[in-house]
C-alpha cells in the first residue's frame, strides 16, 4: 500500500496512521540518506565554520590519548572492578541525584539541597551545551571495550564528561560546606567525610577511563567545569539566595526567563544526541526547585533557620518510622507524578501545537518532528533517561543485585559520532595499504606531498599489542607495524594517524566517495553500510517531548520542595507550623 507523503517534507499527512508514518521514515532514510552519511566530511557539513575549527583543534588530542585509555584499561581489566565500576557509575547518574536530591529537602537540609541542584543542574546544563556545541566523539572502539549498565549513555558525544563534572562538583561543594566556620561536625567524623568525599570523585573519573566512556581530556576538562560550578557556588550562593528569598516575585519569575532563554539557544548537534534531553530534564528542576522555595518560604510552614524555605524535620522527635516513612511516601509521589503527566501531555499537547504552528511559532530544533506531521505519539515511548518509569525499577534494582549479568561490553560502534570515526579510520587504513605506489608516481612528477595532507585520521600512534590481540577486541585489517617512543619500548602497530587540519576542508589525500573510482566508491559504500548498520537508529522524536520533559521535571523540583513538604503536614508526618 502506498505511504501517503507530505511532498514539501517528504513525510507522511497528518491522516496517516502511526504504521504508515513509521514506514515513511525508514524509507526516506534508506532512499535519502543525510548528506553527511555520503562522505568523509559530515561535521564540516553540518556545523557552522567556528564549531568546525574548534572540534578540529580538540579532537587530535582525543584520538592521540586512546592508546593511552587502551592501555590503561587492558592493564586494569578484571571482572571485579568490570562490576565495581559499572555498579559506581550509576552514582554519578542524573536518575540517582534526581531520587537523592529530594531526601535532603524533606529531611531538612534545604541549604545543602539547594546548592547542590544549583552545581548540578548548571554542570548537566553546560557540559550538555558543550557536547553539542562541539560534537566531540567518545574514545574509538575497538581498541577500547565499552563497559556500561545503561547501553544508551553511549549515545551522547563524549566530551566532556559529565559524570566527572557532577562528582567533581559535588566533592568540592562538599569539602568547602565542612571546611567552612559555621560546621559544627566533630573533627573526626569531618575528616573521614572528607576522605570518603575524595574517593568517591576519584572512584567516578578512573572509572569513566577504565569502561572505555571517555579519554583523559573529558575527565581533565568535566572536572574543571565542575569545579568551576562549585567555586561560584561557594563565593556567590549567599548572595543569590538572598536576591530570591527577599526579592518579589519578580526575582522567580525572572530567573526562570533566563532559563528558557538559555533552553532555547542550545546548539544543535551534527547527529541525534540525547544531551539536549537531560538539559532540559535538569532546567525544569532548577525552575520548580526556586518557584517552590520562594513560595513555600512565604507560607507558615516553613522555616527560617538556617536558610528560608527549610523544611522542619527533627529525628528525636519525628522518629525512624515517620521519616522513612515520608521518604517512601515522597518518593513515590514524585513517580507518581512522573507516570500520569508524561502520557497525558504527549496525548493533549500535540492538538494544541498544531494551532500554535498555524501562527508560524514552531520549535526549530533538528531531530524533532512537528506536530503537523504526525497524528499522536505512540504509548508507551521511552522518552526519558533520566528518572525511570515506576515499571522499571524492579529491573533497575535486579541490575544492581546481580552486575555482571545486566552489565554490558560493547565493541565497535554504538552512535553517529562512533560510526563517523570507524569510518574515517577504516578508510585511513585502506589508503595506507595502496599509498606506496601512489608516492613513487608522484616522486617520478616531482611532486611531493605534504605531512599535512598525507594525514588523515590522529596522531594516536596505535594500540599495544596485546590490546590487539585481546580475544574480545576484532582483529584490526591492513594495519603497518612502525617502532614509537611510547612508555616501556612497547612495538605498536602504526594504526593511527593525526588529521592536523583545522582549515575546515578534508587533506587532499581524503576523497569523498564521489571523487574516487567505481571501485572504491562501491567499497566505500559497502564499508559504510557494515559500519552504520552495527549504530542503533535513533527513534522518531516529537515536538511535544521537549515541553512535556520542561514540564514534567519543573513538577518534580516543586514537589520535592514544597509540595510534599506541605502533603507530609496534612497526613501528619511533619512537625506542625
Same mark, same amino acid.
Given at each position: 500500500?502506498?505511504?501517503?507523503?507530505?511532498?514539501?517534507?517528504?513525510?507522511?499527512?497528518?491522516?496517516?496512521?502511526?504504521?504508515?508514518?513509521?514506514?515513511?521514515?525508514?524509507?526516506?532514510?534508506?532512499?535519502?540518506?543525510?548528506?553527511?552519511?555520503?562522505?568523509?566530511?559530515?561535521?564540516?557539513?553540518?556545523?557552522?565554520?567556528?564549531?568546525?575549527?574548534?572540534?578540529?583543534?580538540?579532537?587530535?588530542?582525543?584520538?592521540?590519548?586512546?592508546?593511552?585509555?587502551?592501555?590503561?584499561?587492558?592493564?586494569?581489566?578484571?571482572?571485579?572492578?568490570?562490576?565495581?565500576?559499572?555498579?559506581?557509575?550509576?552514582?554519578?547518574?542524573?536518575?540517582?541525584?534526581?531520587?537523592?536530591?529530594?531526601?535532603?529537602?524533606?529531611?531538612?537540609?534545604?541549604?545543602?539541597?539547594?546548592?547542590?541542584?544549583?552545581?548540578?543542574?548548571?554542570?548537566?546544563?553546560?557540559?550538555?551545551?558543550?557536547?553539542?556545541?562541539?560534537?566531540?566523539?567518545?574514545?574509538?572502539?575497538?581498541?577500547?571495550?565499552?563497559?556500561?549498565?545503561?547501553?544508551?549513555?553511549?549515545?551522547?558525544?563524549?566530551?566532556?564528561?559529565?559524570?566527572?563534572?557532577?562528582?567533581?562538583?559535588?566533592?568540592?561543594?562538599?569539602?568547602?560546606?565542612?571546611?567552612?566556620?559555621?560546621?559544627?561536625?566533630?573533627?573526626?567524623?569531618?575528616?573521614?567525610?572528607?576522605?570518603?568525599?575524595?574517593?568517591?570523585?576519584?572512584?567516578?573519573?578512573?572509572?569513566?577511563?577504565?569502561?572505555?566512556?571517555?579519554?583523559?581530556?573529558?575527565?581533565?576538562?568535566?572536572?574543571?567545569?565542575?569545579?568551576?560550578?562549585?567555586?561560584?557556588?561557594?563565593?556567590?550562593?549567599?548572595?543569590?539566595?538572598?536576591?530570591?528569598?527577599?526579592?518579589?516575585?519578580?526575582?522567580?519569575?525572572?530567573?526562570?526567563?533566563?532559563?528558557?532563554?538559555?533552553?532555547?539557544?542550545?546548539?544543535?548537534?551534527?547527529?541525534?544526541?540525547?544531551?539536549?534531553?537531560?538539559?532540559?530534564?535538569?532546567?525544569?528542576?532548577?525552575?520548580?526547585?526556586?518557584?517552590?522555595?520562594?513560595?513555600?518560604?512565604?507560607?507558615?510552614?516553613?522555616?527560617?533557620?538556617?536558610?528560608?524555605?527549610?523544611?522542619?524535620?527533627?529525628?528525636?522527635?519525628?522518629?525512624?518510622?515517620?521519616?522513612?516513612?515520608?521518604?517512601?511516601?515522597?518518593?513515590?509521589?514524585?513517580?507518581?507524578?512522573?507516570?500520569?503527566?508524561?502520557?497525558?501531555?504527549?496525548?493533549?499537547?500535540?492538538?494544541?501545537?498544531?494551532?500554535?504552528?498555524?501562527? !508560524? @511559532? *514552531? /520549535? #526549530?530544533?533538528? $531531530?524533532?518532528?512537528?506536530? &503537523?506531521?504526525?497524528?499522536?505519539? =505512540?504509548?508507551?515511548?521511552?522518552?526519558?533517561?533520566?528518572?525511570?518509569?515506576?515499571?522499571?525499577?524492579?529491573?533497575?534494582?535486579?541490575?544492581?543485585?546481580?552486575?555482571?549479568?545486566?552489565?554490558?561490553?560493547?565493541?565497535?560502534?554504538?552512535?553517529?559520532?562512533?560510526?563517523?570515526?570507524?569510518?574515517?579510520?577504516?578508510?585511513?587504513?585502506?589508503?595506507?595499504?595502496?599509498?606506496?605506489?601512489?608516492?613513487?608516481?608522484?616522486?617520478?612528477?616531482?611532486?611531493?606531498?605534504?605531512?599535512?595532507?598525507?594525514?588523515?585520521?590522529?596522531?594516536?600512534?596505535?594500540?599495544?599489542?596485546?590490546?590487539?590481540?585481546?580475544?574480545?577486541?576484532?582483529?584490526?585489517?591492513?594495519?603497518?607495524?612502525?617502532?614509537?617512543?611510547?612508555?616501556? !619500548? @612497547? *612495538? /605498536? #602497530?602504526?594504526? $593511527?594517524?593525526?588529521?592536523? &587540519?583545522?582549515?575546515?576542508?578534508? =587533506?587532499?589525500?581524503?576523497?569523498?566517495?564521489?571523487?574516487?573510482?567505481?571501485?572504491?566508491?562501491?567499497?566505500?559504500?559497502?564499508?559504510?553500510?557494515?559500519?552504520?548498520?552495527?549504530?542503533?537508529?535513533?527513534?522518531?522524536?516529537?515536538?511535544?517531548?521537549?515541553?512535556?520533559?520542561?514540564?514534567?521535571?519543573?513538577?518534580?523540583?516543586?514537589?520535592?520542595?514544597?509540595?510534599?513538604?506541605?502533603?507530609?503536614?496534612?497526613?501528619?508526618?511533619?512537625?506542625?507550623?
Amino acid at each position: 500500500m502506498a505511504i501517503p507523503f507530505d511532498k514539501k517534507h517528504q513525510l507522511p499527512v497528518q491522516d496517516a496512521t502511526e504504521q504508515d508514518y513509521t514506514a515513511a521514515i525508514e524509507t526516506v532514510r534508506a532512499i535519502k540518506p543525510d548528506a553527511g552519511l555520503r562522505s568523509l566530511d559530515h561535521y564540516k557539513i553540518k556545523l557552522p565554520s567556528l564549531r568546525y575549527a574548534a572540534r578540529q583543534t580538540l579532537i587530535p588530542l582525543i584520538r592521540w590519548e586512546t592508546p593511552y585509555v587502551a592501555k590503561l584499561q587492558n592493564a586494569l581489566r578484571s571482572p571485579v572492578l568490570d562490576s565495581y565500576f559499572s555498579i559506581t557509575a550509576n552514582l554519578g547518574t542524573h536518575t540517582f541525584f534526581m531520587i537523592f536530591l529530594p531526601i535532603l529537602f524533606w529531611c531538612g537540609y534545604t541549604d545543602l539541597g539547594r546548592g547542590l541542584v544549583h552545581v548540578l543542574a548548571s554542570g548537566v546544563f553546560f557540559s550538555g551545551i558543550m557536547k553539542d556545541l562541539l560534537c566531540l566523539p567518545r574514545p574509538l572502539s575497538p581498541p577500547l571495550s565499552r563497559i556500561s549498565m545503561s547501553p544508551s549513555v553511549s549515545l551522547e558525544y563524549g566530551f566532556p564528561s559529565t559524570h566527572s563534572t557532577n562528582a567533581v562538583s559535588v566533592v568540592v561543594y562538599a569539602v568547602f560546606l565542612l571546611r567552612s566556620a559555621s560546621s559544627d561536625i566533630n573533627s573526626t567524623l569531618k575528616a573521614t567525610l572528607e576522605i570518603a568525599s575524595y574517593l568517591y570523585a576519584s572512584s567516578i573519573i578512573l572509572g569513566r577511563l577504565y569502561c572505555g566512556m571517555h579519554g583523559f581530556l573529558d575527565v581533565l576538562i568535566g572536572g574543571i567545569l565542575g569545579a568551576l560550578l562549585s567555586v561560584l557556588q561557594c563565593l556567590y550562593g549567599g548572595d543569590f539566595d538572598n536576591f530570591m528569598f527577599r526579592g518579589s516575585a519578580m526575582a522567580p519569575l525572572l530567573l526562570i526567563s533566563i532559563i528558557l532563554v538559555l533552553v532555547r539557544i542550545h546548539p544543535e548537534p551534527a547527529d541525534d544526541c540525547p544531551c539536549f534531553d537531560d538539559s532540559i530534564a535538569f532546567a525544569g528542576v532548577m525552575i520548580g526547585v526556586e518557584a517552590g522555595n520562594w513560595h513555600f518560604a512565604r507560607t507558615g510552614y516553613a522555616s527560617n533557620i538556617p536558610v528560608p524555605a527549610t523544611v522542619p524535620f527533627d529525628l528525636v522527635v519525628m522518629g525512624w518510622s515517620k521519616t522513612i516513612a515520608r521518604i517512601l511516601i515522597g518518593v513515590v509521589v514524585i513517580l507518581g507524578w512522573r507516570e500520569v503527566m508524561k502520557p497525558a501531555l504527549l496525548r493533549y499537547l500535540p492538538p494544541l501545537f498544531r494551532v500554535v504552528e498555524n501562527f !508560524g @511559532l *514552531t /520549535l #526549530p530544533r533538528k $531531530f524533532f518532528i512537528q506536530a &503537523s506531521m504526525y497524528t499522536k505519539v =505512540p504509548k508507551n515511548l521511552k522518552t526519558d533517561s533520566v528518572l525511570p518509569p515506576i515499571s522499571e525499577i524492579p529491573s533497575l534494582i535486579t541490575s544492581l543485585r546481580h552486575p555482571r549479568k545486566h552489565r554490558s561490553v560493547s565493541v565497535g560502534p554504538q552512535s553517529a559520532a562512533d560510526a563517523y570515526e570507524a569510518l574515517a579510520f577504516h578508510d585511513r587504513q585502506r589508503r595506507e595499504s595502496n599509498s606506496s605506489a601512489s608516492r613513487k608516481r608522484q616522486m617520478a612528477r616531482g611532486q611531493r606531498s605534504s605531512d599535512n595532507t598525507d594525514s588523515a585520521y590522529c596522531t594516536i600512534k596505535a594500540v599495544s599489542s596485546n590490546v590487539l590481540s585481546d580475544p574480545r577486541i576484532p582483529a584490526l585489517p591492513n594495519c603497518t607495524t612502525s617502532q614509537t617512543n611510547l612508555p616501556n !619500548g @612497547l *612495538t /605498536l #602497530p602504526d594504526v $593511527f594517524l593525526d588529521d592536523t &587540519s583545522t582549515s575546515g576542508t578534508l =587533506p587532499n589525500s581524503v576523497h569523498p566517495p564521489e571523487r574516487r573510482s567505481s571501485e572504491d566508491r562501491r567499497e566505500f559504500e559497502k564499508e559504510r553500510r557494515e559500519i552504520f548498520s552495527q549504530v542503533e537508529q535513533p527513534r522518531v522524536r516529537y515536538d511535544v517531548e521537549v515541553i512535556t520533559k520542561l514540564i514534567v521535571y519543573t513538577g518534580i523540583g516543586w514537589l520535592a520542595v514544597e509540595g510534599n513538604p506541605l502533603l507530609f503536614e496534612y497526613i501528619n508526618l511533619g512537625l506542625g507550623t
